[in-house]
């Protein structure tokens, strides 16, 4: 993985905000990929199992479903950026649509 440095900039404004927004993190052609698989998964939960009580679609753990989503795991844009910023201890404890 490629290391992506963390700017003071970055720094002083997860401080101040607690989030940190990274522009261009996902290329266009990545976008349309992820999007096409969301579809799909919603197109097949809509038809298996309909709405939620509240007229929503979720699905949880995602992960399973699409190799895609296992690609954003180590993203190279973001990731450096999330162990700078919390630590090398990250784990996923679930992943919902």
């Given at each position: 993985m490629d290391f992506t440095g963390l700017t003071p900039t970055q720094r002083q404004t997860f401080d101040r905000d607690g989030?940190?927004?990274i522009p261009d993190a996902l290329?266009?052609?990545m976008v349309r990929r992820l999007l096409a698989v969301v579809?799909?998964?919603?197109?097949?939960g809509v038809k298996?199992?309909?709405l939620n009580d509240r007229g929503f679609w979720q699905m949880?753990?995602?992960l399973p479903r699409d190799d895609l989503f296992l690609?954003?795991?180590d993203w190279p844009a973001t990731v450096p950026l999330v162990v700078q910023l919390l630590s090398h201890n990250i784990q996923?404890?679930?992943s919902h649509l």
């Open positions: 989030f940190l927004l290329p266009a052609a579809d799909r998964l919603h197109a097949e298996g199992d309909g949880r753990n995602c690609e954003l795991l996923l404890i679930t």
